[in-house]
């Protein structure tokens, strides 16, 4: 894999996470209002969505890691 092809593809993986992380903290400020509503059925759900979320992140991460490997031993 050439450098480009790996830059391109980190950048892909971060706009990825970054998007991720946005609609997190959107879970979780509508969670926090529907919470303090006196809704309580949307915790456990929204908590395990959130932990897929994380787990994506975590993925992409590792991901992102592989490929900046590979780019930097192959130069």
Same mark, same amino acid.
């Given at each position: 894999m050439n450098r480009k092809n790996g830059l391109t593809?980190?950048?892909? =993986?971060?706009? #990825? %996470? =970054?998007?991720? #992380? %946005?609609?997190?903290?959107w879970l979780l400020t509508a969670t926090l209002e529907a919470f303090l509503a006196g809704h309580d059925e949307a915790i456990v759900p929204a908590a395990l969505i959130s932990g897929v979320i994380f787990?994506?992140?975590a993925g992409l991460f590792i991901f992102i890691r592989r490929i900046d490997a590979t780019v930097?031993?192959?130069?």
């Open positions: 593809a980190i950048d892909g =993986a971060m706009a #990825l %996470i =970054a998007i991720l #992380l %946005i609609v997190q903290m787990a994506a992140c930097r031993t192959a130069r």
